[in-house]
DNA sequence: TTGACTAATGTAATAACATCACATATCGAG
DNA sequence: CTCGATATGTGATGTTATTACATTAGTCAA
């Protein structure tokens, strides 16, 4: 079970960040945010970003160099799922969704295979639907 | 079918580079080893890369910024399949393979979302067979 | 209270990854 | 040969991430 955790200061500025953006953003589009807050160096805006990774508070977006508040967050403890990500290239939303039949297909491969999986990364990029119609 | 792509000598160099290594290679490490070859700026790599990536021959590891040569060449324009990749944290070794069933429902999902997808990535890391035991 | 320990923060410098802008060269079609 | 397309050379710049070290703030036992 996910404790809420106490943020400290630049971990909670982060996150609100974070939480207000409409997409995903990278470190440094943070920082420039928060530089009325008092945020002078990239290292403040990497070292919230790594708690909040380490909570589940933040999935990191490897195909982008960005950064995304969870969309689920209650769920994240239940379900051991991977976490899939549809980014849209037009406009910046992501959608995030969990699917057991993956999870459990790469679960296969690595117990084949002896692999001991530490983290998965699936990112699906392409143009959302209302960007696709439009 | 791929017909065999004309390369050009930067490609060339680039492709017999990668194709030489144990792993995944960072576009400044094929740089470096080239220099010996007159290579001298990082653009001469990653113009080499753009078109090997084009071609299938070479693949983008997005979660460590490097890349890999192909290790089924033959097979990528028969199969549309997504591809995965397992990557050794402790070794640098790849292992590339293709599963239908996460082709699938990965399609079903952008399908029922009205979702485009243009590139999707999927990549396992952790810890290999050999390097477990060890 | 003090001292000692730990977590969090501040800051500068540097490393690592990638692209832009512009000049030059190479090669085949007409 | 001349033109256009493709490939290459080169320096500067832009973007992302980490290292190293100094300082501050909370915690707790003596
Ligand atoms: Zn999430
Ligand atoms: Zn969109
Ligand atoms: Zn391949
Ligand atoms: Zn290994």
Known sequence: MTTA??????????????????????AYTILDQLRGDGFRAPLQVYRALEKLLDYGMVHRLESINAFVACAHPHNHSHNHGMIAFAICEKCGQVSEFSDDIITQRVREWTTQNGFKQTKTTIEIRGVCAACGTA
Request: charged share 20%; aromatic share 4%; net charge neutral.
């Open 5 to 26: 955790h106490e943020l400290t200061k630049n971990q909670t500025l982060v996150f609100n960040t974070l939480s207000r953006a409409e997409g995903p953003l990278s």
